[in-house]
């Protein structure tokens, strides 16, 4: 069965902290991504990657950075962790728009910063 | 950026009913989406329409585009409470980059 799959389900940090979210997908997909979902606020896009080593800012990138050393694996880093990115955070994975057929998500991290 | 709204806001209906929700977004697309997804969960791909498609099927659900007006609807046939979740659509911008863009969702209740 293929899947997106995220490290953690819950995860609870302090202020300051370095934060890693980790996201593995097994389709070989070449696009993957990076949306947290916050009430009233809907999905919103922090960072996506069309290839290895390629990243590209979405709506919402401040305070978050990324890494993606293989075409598998997608990070989202928390450089400095803080309250207001207290949120659930959903990684998602797709072919190329030309061979799309949706994407595929994984079953969330719900962050907690305090 | 919201490119996708969608209405109603929450619906709540009863077994066996219909379900139609609705979508507009605001700049031509690629592709239309619609996720649905269950509480505290990922999101799940349910039927993806192209730009020059009008109509799609795919089991109990119908999908339509119209890109004139912009807008787009999910027809759930014969509701089960299984159904219950939020609805999301989501576009692809033509010329752009190729990332999903989410509407705010609808919330579909089922109710026994």
């Known amino acids: 069965d293929v899947k997106v799959t995220q490290s953690s389900r819950y995860l609870v940090k302090r202020t300051g902290e370095k934060v890693f979210l980790e996201c593995v997908q097994d389709?070989?997909?070449?696009?993957m991504f990076w949306y947290r979902q916050d009430p009233g606020l809907g999905l919103r896009l922090i960072y996506f990657s069309y290839d290895v080593k390629m990243k590209e800012k979405g709506d919402i990138p401040e305070g978050y950075s990324v890494s993606r050393e293989k075409k598998e694996r997608f990070s989202l880093i928390l450089e400095s962790a803080s309250t207001n990115q207290t949120s659930m955070y959903l990684c998602?994975?797709?072919?190329?728009?030309?061979?799309?057929?949706?994407?595929?998500f994984g079953s969330g991290t719900r962050l907690t910063v305090v | 950026s919201q490119q996708g709204e969608e209405d109603p806001q929450a619906l709540s209906i009863q077994e066996g009913e219909n379900a139609t929700m609705n979508c507009s977004y605001k700049?031509?697309?690629?592709?239309l989406q619609w996720y649905r997804q269950n509480s505290g969960r990922g999101l799940v791909h349910l039927i993806l329409?192209?730009?020059?498609?009008r109509e799609k099927h795919s089991g109990r659900l119908r999908v339509t585009l119209d890109t004139s007006k912009k807008s787009s609807s999910l027809l759930i046939t014969a509701s089960r409470a299984a159904d219950t979740a939020s609805y999301f659509c989501a576009t692809t911008v033509r010329g752009g980059a190729q990332k999903l863009v989410f509407g705010q969702g609808t919330r579909l209740t089922i109710n026994p």
């Open positions: 329409i192209r730009s020059n498609e």
């Open positions: 389709m070989d997909h070449e696009n």
């Open positions: 700049t031509s697309i690629n592709n």
């Open positions: 998602a994975s797709s072919f190329l728009w030309d061979k799309t057929n949706g994407y595929t």
